[in-house]
């Protein structure tokens, strides 16, 4: 060490001893110099103190840790090891991070949180399982783990130790192990062994555990559970020893402490009718549970309890009756313990009351007789050499005598539970391995200790001295595997203290020899103890006591008090009282105290019976064991199995006494710590060299203290060596191993400090750059800034400057301005008067003037007014007179046209004549009112052309007026001017009286239309307020809606992927039952298999391949008569098994169909009927029957073409009427268009009801010519020759009129013959139903048309009717109404029409689709027909030529199928499926083995043959089942056959023929459709195989990547030179390490993404869909997260600043890669959020409350519990950082309370997402596939 660092100086911290805390923390405020007496230090609370150091008495203080140290996981990587340190780094994790774990070398500390933390689910077990010991945060499982990896590894049994005190945790730490073993090792058959080892806690903990004052659960005895594994480590079995039950708590508990918990479940249930016979009540009532005063516990249902006790029972195999009698006697003892002993009056004698209940139900419950109970409870038998006698019992005595009777049934009763527990858990396999857990007590001392105490401390010695010696012997591996030089380490020996214990004349021998003497005592023992061991150094006497000793043991001083010893070692019971019990009538009873011979016992409740009496026979060698010597030989047993096993050591700690959460006690934590041999590990490790670091670590940690060129070295290790010779300078401070570097205590702080040190520098050196930057900086902004002020003043001065320029000048102009406006108003006030003067007197002269001129004017039309009126009294009067003549004469000339338009009234084509004059007229009054208004206008203009130039001509007088009296002529002149001005000015006036009357007529009218305007405006804004309202209404009901919408449709998203998700679970669960199921056949097969030949039965695969699928048909799949035909044809066996896997799978769709198979099953049956007779009739034709085939052929072709026809000329109509119903010109084209299209229709019409009269014609003839077939098939011979079919039109027609001659030659050859009336009476008798039928139609048509003209004359009635009304009230219009009513009229009528054309449209489509359907129809029976045609003309033997000839066949279309024969089939399955291999198809069409399969499916189903469809798709999914078995850990094969099935399942949808599948198909790919099957329920198989497969496929990828994800995104530097290195421990460099293998594999990054990479060109190579890839994608990027995410979560190592850069940097690397690959969209980059957000979380500010909020505001995406124990983890990986603070923690849980997050802290790591196969049709055509030749499919024939 350098020779400047002395360790106690200034600000060191150090432990000083405190009485409170134990140790307290303190700061040396002044350097110490050796010598000095004092030492000065001040303590956290700022309070000086003085401690004194001296060498001896008061050595110096205890050194503390770097704070960076402080709550690491294990205890050995402190750089100072010792008692406070230890206690300080549990206190942190405890209470700060509520870590319960810690590692302390290779102890595991466990400290009892007295709270349920959810650590221990299956997520977590997962989680650790296949990890490193010191990868991962301390756990149970991790121990658990390490033991499971070294079993397996290094081929040795393990054991795991839990001890602890009462209280401490030792049964659920134990408990959790055993759940690991379970989840990890299942039993590999059904056996469910695992289930039965969990099942023993609860029947264990009911009749060993009780509640004390430390513990609720506590354990009374000690249990070793070995469980057993099979050489593949699977659990195969266990079995359980116990050690030293408590018997004396069954008759004696102390105050608040109660007896064994399965008498409390009992009474709790007493009340139960199977338990009413025990004669239970509340446990207040008995004396053995009511002792403590308390018989309940906080939280605990022991009626519940009960039922879990009985419900494992069950599951080990304890059969009711058992059980039952079980309950008899756990209720008996308690029976016995309230039997009343009476004592007699002398005090020496007792008795039983005879009528006492309890002994009654002892007795009953026990099936014992009451009266030798009651005797020999209170008496007992002494035997001497020559007599025996009984002798009665004092009360006591008799209460001792009874209560030893019942912890002796009790420890009975326990010993056989343990041996059924053991029987039921034992298997006939071997067992290669096992593993044990040890649950036995801990170290305890008490105020009073008696023999029970002693047996545990006694065995906490074995097991102490065990411990030493494993850790000595781990140490001396360690230094010789790094060889390091041996120096032998000094470690406490408690071998003195076992010998005082066990060795010859040692306590427990002393003990024994007492019990054997006849009056032996506890106060003779003690002296002989005195005696014996008073001068050994382990043994002491008590000053103030005789009856007790004190033995020093490796943890403390214990005084043992010894009343009470001898009978405990002794454990008597009468030999009289177990006789009667043998003698019980109950088998159980009288089994538990018959004794098994002489072989020896592990158990502890043996007993010593005292007998009346000797007997001649031989000696019983288990009553001479006492209690001490079986303990002793059991210890000894486990001894020998631990040292055989490897040990691995979990310490439990009790935190405090009075149970309260997280409350931490040092003084009695540090009592346990003494206790458990922690302390001792610290010694022994702080002995040597405690603290080790790998050369890389060491390097990567300490680099900032080398130089530039060490650190670009190669040779890391020797930098390494050379740095640590400068730094220090004692060489025995450190070693150099093969891997690490072993340090002294305290170096590594050492180290720490110059490194601290090192980066303080440099922080002083960058603070002084930066802050003379800034300085700079901000001395530049000054200079800046003043200069910019000093611009800115000087422009604001030169501002000023010329604004009062500008303001001079602006003076200057506005004084020349104001002295101009002045003088000019001056001048025009005196202009403007001189004007106003002239004006006033001009206009007096001519007023005067005018004056005279208005009176002559006056005057004169004064005259013409009177001459006017005389005119037109004389006119009005020859008018009168001239009316009242013609309205004589019109009345009657209107009569006679009245009485004419009456008759032409009641004509139609009245009607139509005044329809159309209506029209007319319309138009008329149209054209009349735009005349008026042009004419208006034209009136305007001329009146206003007449007043201009009347305007004119009147100036022109005025002036020649003027001129005239200037000229003054003669009067007469004047006179005649005068009279002309007057006329004209009459004229003047008459025309503007007449533009006054027309501006009046158009006022009014402009008046009203402005009113109208108006009133059509406030209408119209009302309808606009209204709309608006209504839009606003809809806005919001559609706002609700969408939001309701949205929110439905969310959770019906959820429901749906919830539901799929269920689906696919109970999908994957059957495929992993029909995999097991498939492995009992092949272990069934192999069992029965015997040596010599035996043959196979042939059809034995494919019975079993044949299974799990439905056979396709037409008829309904439940039909009875079908699934007989599927019995008999396979057998009773397998078609059970076929029909309820079939059922089981497709259950829903058969549900779903029912409906429509119930509709469809009387067609179903008759056209059953029909193919059957068909059959039938499949004998080999004559060539008679094949022309009349034919001729049906050519007839069914020509209903075809026709059938076409009618569809074209049906879309010539739809034409029609849309180009009509578009242009609406007028009514009488629409009605002509309508009339058009009734006549074409009913054309339609007639010509398909005669298609179908022929259709119905052919059948007849089909079914008349084949029973003519049956009746003279003998004579086809002698018909003759049918002449071949022609091809052309008029060839057919006389071939048809050819075949008629002939069958009329051939009816008239029958006539001939015998038989010839019933023939023809049956042709006439076809002719005569075909006349009828005919006669019949015609007969409905008449009447039909008849009808119809009967409705059409009602609707033109009704019409005629409707046109009067509305004629009647047009003429009661004005003409103006009448234009509008009329307008409205016509609107109203063409709206009509076109809503009857809409209807007449779609009726006429829905007639199209009905056609369509029944063509269809008539297609497929055709093509049925054709077909089996086809085959007889195939199957009749072609004649024999007599020279060779040469056929050649026509070129013609590939219809893309591909026939193959029957017997092909298998190796069409084996070369396509079977022998296949992904790249042999590589170059090709992607999915190209799916489209063969489809292809040839095609051909079958033209064909017709469901048995080869059927046949070769059950073949096809078997055979991928076959390859996917093969290949399940190929990743490549799973990819393709996944592609390949999914298209496949695309295809039968495409090509399926339902219109859903059909709308992106090609024209030619809808004539590619399938013609006879459906195919539904084989889709629904494949859909289930894609799923299965898909699900393999995500295993197999995700088994890949999981090893590379922890490492890739945790571990490995992405981000070079980031990650820090901290001090690790001991776990670090364990034997969990498999260092010989080369240690564990280390991936990057890249490693990652290239792997996915892979993945993803793999899949897209083999053409999987898209929508699939990017599920699968996500899938992964969901393990990637949660698997990171677990680690990070369970690892304190990896939760720093550093991981979150670095871990921020890869999930941005993941996200480009997805953008790359056109991923993003997948929602695989959503998986990542939560990683995201914990990266994010590491690296933001955790100190304020802004930094809590921001917190919560950004971690949406973690639990409540991931944030906090995130924050709990935080570590910094220097000084410069800042621990997150407890009350920082706390303000985040206040935070998220609101938070209803789940309580699962890891996230599952199995989760799946549901799977959904979107439906993508394939662009490909089928005909234009190419097979290669390298596939070997020749033997596919192209059709």
């Not at 205890?75 to 774990?101: D, G, M």
């Not at 419950?365 to 007599?387: I, P, Y």
């Not at 214990?501 to 103890?529: F, H, M, S, Y």
């Not at 057919?1292 to 050819?1298: D, H, M, S």
């Amino acid at each position: 060490m350098t020779s400047d660092y002395y360790p106690y100086s200034q600000f060191t911290r150090v432990w000083i001893p405190d009485p409170d805390d134990v140790w307290a923390a303190a700061e040396i405020t002044r350097d110490y110099k050796e010598g000095e007496s004092l030492l000065h230090l001040k303590l956290e609370d700022e309070t000086p103190l003085d401690y004194p150091v001296g060498q001896k008495s008061n050595p110096l203080p205890f050194l503390r840790n770097p704070d960076i140290l402080v709550g690491e996981n294990d205890l050995t990587a402190l750089s100072y090891l010792h008692e406070p340190a230890v206690l300080h780094n549990l206190r942190v994790r405890f209470l700060e991070s509520n870590h319960i774990y810690t590692y302390c070398g290779i102890v595991l500390v466990a400290i009892n949180p007295y709270e349920q933390l959810q650590i221990y689910g299956e997520e977590v077990i997962n989680a650790y399982s296949g990890q490193n010991m010191g990868d991962m945060d301390p756990h149970i499982f991790a121990v658990a783990e390490e033991a499971y990896k070294q079993m397996g590894r290094d081929e040795r049994n393990q054991s795991i130790i839990v001890s602890g005190e009462s209280g401490a945790g030792k049964t659920v730490s134990a408990k959790y192990a055993m759940r690991f073993f379970a989840t990890v090792g299942g039993s590999a058959n059904d056996t469910n062994v695992e289930e039965k080892v969990l099942a023993s806690s609860p029947i264990m903990e009911a009749i060993g555990n009780a509640k004390t004052t430390r513990n609720d659960n506590s354990s009374r005895f000690g249990k070793y559970i070995q469980i057993g594994f099979s050489r593949n480590f699977h659990i195969i079995g266990a079995n359980m020893r116990t050690y030293l039950l408590e018997k004396s708590r069954v008759v004696f508990q102390a105050e608040d402490e109660r007896n064994y918990h399965i008498f409390y479940q009992l009474c709790a249930s007493a009340t139960l009718p199977e338990f009413k016979d025990l004669g239970l009540t509340s446990a207040e009532a008995f004396t053995y549970t009511s002792l403590g005063e308390n018989i309940f516990i906080e939280g605990v249902n022991d009626a519940e309890d009960l039922k879990k006790t009985r419900e494992a029972f069950t599951l080990l195999g304890v059969k009711e009756n058992s059980q039952s009698n079980i309950f008899k006697i756990m209720a008996s003892i308690l029976h016995l313990g309230n039997v009343e002993i009476c004592s007699e009056r002398d005090g020496e004698s007792c008795h039983i009351s005879k009528d006492d209940p309890h002994l009654q139900h002892f007795c009953r419950l026990l099936g014992v007789e009451l009266q030798q109970m009651e005797q020999w409870l209170c008496r007992r038998k002494l035997a001497t050499s020559s007599e025996t006698y009984v002798k009665t019992m004092s009360s006591k005595q008799a209460t001792n005598a009874r209560d030893a009777l019942a912890k002796h049934i009790y420890a009975r009763m326990f010993d056989w539970i343990v041996e059924h527990i053991n029987m039921s858990l034992q298997t006939s396999a071997k067992q290669h391995s096992f593993i044990g857990v040890l649950d036995i007590y801990g170290f305890e001392t008490f105020e009073i200790n008696s023999f029970e105490q002693f047996c545990i401390n006694y065995a906490n010695e074995k097991l102490q001295q065990q411990f030493n010696s494993h850790v000595f012997k781990l140490e001396q591996e360690e230094y010789m595997k790094e060889q390091i030089p041996w120096t032998l380490i000094d470690f406490y020996d408690n071998q003195p203290c076992i010998d005082l214990i066990e060795a010859r004349l040692g306590v427990l021998d002393l003990l024994d020899e007492e019990c054997k003497v006849p009056k032996g005592t506890d106060l003779n023992w003690a002296q002989k103890l005195y005696t014996q061991h008073g001068s050994r150094d382990q043994f002491q006497k008590p000053r103030m006591s005789n009856s007790s000793f004190i033995i020093i043991h490796f943890a403390d001083k214990v005084e043992y008090q010894c009343e009470g010893f001898l009978e405990k070692n002794r454990d008597t019971v009468y030999e009289e009282q177990i006789n009667i019990l043998k003698a019980s009538q109950f088998q159980l009873v009288a089994d538990l105290f018959h004794e098994k011979g002489d072989a020896p016992s592990s158990k502890s409740s043996r007993v010593n019976v005292r007998p009346a009496k000797p007997t001649p026979r031989g000696p019983n060698k288990e009553h001479r064991k006492t209690v001490g010597h079986q303990f002793r030989s059991s210890l000894h047993l486990l001894m020998e199995t631990l040292n055989a096993t490897t040990p691995h050591y979990v310490r439990c700690i009790k935190p405090n006494d009075v149970k309260e959460a997280f409350s931490f006690d040092s003084r009695r934590a540090v009592q346990q710590l003494r206790a458990c041999g922690v302390l001792e590990t610290i010694r022994i490790s702080a002995a040597g060299y405690p603290s080790r670091w790998t050369y890389p670590d060491f390097f990567s940690r300490y680099r900032v203290l080398m130089r530039k060129s060490d650190v670009t070295s190669s040779d890391k290790k020797q930098v390494c060596k050379n740095l640590l010779e400068i730094l220090i300078k004692d060489p025995d401070m450190f070693q150099f191993g093969k891997t690490k570097i072993f340090f002294r205590a305290g170096q590594v702080a050492y180290l720490e400090k110059l490194r601290a040190d090192k980066f303080r520098a440099a922080c002083i050196k960058i603070q002084k750059t930066v802050r003379g930057w800034l300085q700079r900086v901000r001395y530049q902004k000054i200079q800046r800034l003043a200069v910019t002020l000093q611009r800115y003043g000087r422009g604001y001065l030169a501002r000023r400057h010329a604004e009062f320029l500008r303001r001079t000048r602006a003076a200057l102009v506005c004084q020349k301005q104001f002295r101009m406006v002045r003088d000019r108003r001056a001048f025009l006030r005196v202009r403007q008067a001189v004007v106003t003067i002239q004006a006033h007197a001009r206009g007096m002269f001519t007023r005067r003037i005018y004056w005279e001129f208005l009176l002559h004017h006056k005057a004169m039309i004064i005259q013409r007014c009177v001459r006017g009126w005389l005119q037109r009294k004389k006119f009005r009067r020859a008018r009168n007179a001239a009316i009242i003549i013609q309205c004589g004469f019109r009345r009657t000339h209107a009569k006679k046209e009245l009485k004419q338009l009456k008759i032409e009234a009641r004509s139609a084509q009245h009607l139509k004549n005044l329809n159309s004059g209506m029209e007319n007229k319309i138009v008329q009054l149209q054209r009349k009112i735009d005349d008026q208004s042009k004419e208006l206008r034209t009136q305007n203009e001329q009146l206003k052309v007449v007043n201009v130039g009347l305007g004119s001509e009147v100036n022109k007088l005025q002036k020649q007026l003027e001129q005239v009296r200037g000229q003054r002529g003669d009067s007469g002149q004047l006179t005649s001017l005068q009279e002309e001005l007057e006329r004209l000015r009459a004229e003047l006036q008459e025309a503007h009286a007449h533009r006054k009357r027309l501006e009046e007529e158009h006022g009014s009218e402009k008046l009203d239309l402005q009113q109208r305007v108006k009133e059509l405006e406030t209408e119209n804004s009302l309808l606009k307020s209204e709309k608006e309202e209504l839009n606003q209404r809809i806005r919001q009901k559609e706002k609700i809606s969408a939001e309701d919408g949205s929110s439905r449709e969310v959770s019906l998203q959820k429901e749906l992927d919830l539901e799929r998700q269920r689906y696919q679970n109970q999908l994957k669960e059957f495929s992993r039952l029909e995999q097991r199921c498939e492995n009992l056949k092949e272990e069934l097969s192999l069992s029965k298999f015997h040596p010599g030949h035996r043959r196979n039965p042939s059809n034995q695969s494919s019975l079993e391949s044949d299974s799990n699928y439905p056979s396709v048909s037409t008829s309904e799949v439940g039909d009875t008569e079908d699934a007989v035909q599927l019995v008999e044809e396979l057998g009773v066996e397998k078609a059970a098994m076929d029909i309820s896997l079939f059922m089981k799978l497709q259950k829903r769709v058969r549900e779903l169909e029912q409906e429509r198979k119930r509709l469809q099953s009387s067609v179903d049956k008759m056209e059953e009927v029909t193919k059957r007779r068909g059959s039938e009739a499949k004998s080999p034709t004559s060539e008679r029957e094949t022309a009349d085939l034919a001729y049906d052929n050519l007839k069914r072709q020509e209903l075809e073409s026709e059938n076409k026809k009618l569809k074209n000329d049906l879309n010539v109509l739809r034409k029609s009427i849309s180009e009509r119903a578009a242009q609406n010109n007028s009514s009488n084209e629409l009605q002509d268009g309508y009339n058009v299209l009734l006549s074409q229709l009913r054309a339609a019409n007639e010509e398909l009801d005669a298609r179908k009269e022929e259709v119905i014609i052919l059948k007849t003839q089909i079914v008349s010519n084949a029973q003519r077939q049956e009746m003279n098939q003998q004579q086809s011979n002698n018909v003759p020759g049918v002449p071949e079919i022609p091809e052309d039109k008029d060839e057919a027609v006389r071939a048809y009129q050819g075949l008629t001659e002939a069958k009329r030659q051939q009816d008239s050859w029958y006539v001939n013959e015998d038989g010839e009336l019933s023939l023809a009476y049956q042709g006439l008798k076809q002719v005569a139903r075909l006349l009828e039928a005919q006669l019949q139609s015609q007969t409905r048509q008449h009447s039909d048309e008849l009808e119809a003209l009967h409705t059409q004359i009602e609707l033109l009635k009704l019409d005629i009717e409707k046109k009067q009304e509305i004629l009647n009230y047009t003429s009661s219009l004005s003409p103006e109404a009448q234009v509008e009513f009329s307008v409205q009229q016509e609107i109203t009528r063409l709206t009509n029409d076109n809503l009857d054309l809409k209807e007449l449209v779609e009726k006429l489509e829905k007639n199209e689709r009905k056609l369509k359907k029944q063509l269809r129809i008539y297609m497929k029976k055709v093509q049925e027909l054709e077909a089996s045609q086809a085959a007889a003309l195939s199957r009749r033997s072609r004649p024999e030529l007599s020279r060779q000839v040469t056929v050649q066949r026509k070129e013609k279309d590939f219809e893309g199928m591909l026939e193959f024969y029957k017997e092909d089939e298998a190796l069409l399955v084996k070369t396509l499926i079977t022998d296949m291999k992904p790249g042999s198809v590589s170059a090709t069409v992607p999915c190209l083995p799916a489209y063969i399969l489809f292809m040839c499916i095609r051909h079958a189903d033209y064909v017709n043959d469901d048995q080869k469809v059927e046949s070769l798709l059950t073949s096809a999914i078997n055979a991928i089942k076959k390859v996917l078995k093969k290949n399940s850990e190929d990743f490549e094969t799973t990819s393709f056959w996944l592609a390949n099935t999914s298209r496949l399942l695309h295809c039968l949808k495409q090509y399926s023929g339902d219109e859903a599948f059909m709308t992106q198909n090609t024209s030619k790919q809808n004539e590619h459709c399938l013609k006879n099957f459906d195919l539904a329920e084989y889709r629904q198989v494949l859909s289930d195989l894609s799923i299965q497969i898909y699900q393999q496929l995500i295993k197999v990828s995700e088994g890949t990547i999981q090893p590379m994800i922890v490492s890739a995104m945790l571990e490995s530097e992405s981000i070079p030179s980031l990650a820090g290195v901290k001090p690790m421990g001991y776990r670090n460099r364990s034997s969990s390490m498999d260092t010989e293998g080369g240690g564990p594999s280390s991936y990057t990054l890249e490693a990652l993404i290239r792997q996915l990479g892979q993945f993803h060109s793999i899949m897209r190579d083999h053409g999987l869909d898209p929508e699939i890839v990017g599920q699968v994608v996500r899938q992964l990027f969901h393990c990637i997260n949660a698997v990171t995410l677990n680690n990070l979560l369970l690892r304190k190592d990896v939760c720093s600043w550093s991981t979150g850069m670095q871990l921020r940097y890869n999930t941005s690397q993941m996200e480009e890669w997805l953008r790359a690959n056109n991923l993003y969209q997948s929602k695989a980059a959503a998986t990542l959020e939560s990683i995201i957000q914990a990266a994010q979380l590491l690296q933001v500010k955790k100190k304020t409350s802004q930094d809590a909020e921001a917190i919560c505001s950004l971690c949406s995406a973690l639990t409540t519990q991931q944030i906090v124990k995130v924050l709990n983890l935080y570590t910094p990986l220097n000084e410069f950082e800042e621990r997150v603070t407890v009350s920082f923690i706390r303000t985040i849980q206040n935070r998220l309370q609101e938070r209803n997050d789940p309580l699962q802290l890891l996230v599952d790591t199995k989760h799946t997402f549901p799977v959904l196969f979107p439906y993508t049709p394939s662009a490909l055509s089928l005909e234009t596939l190419h097979i290669p030749a390298s596939l070997g499919l020749d033997f596919l024939i192209r059709v």
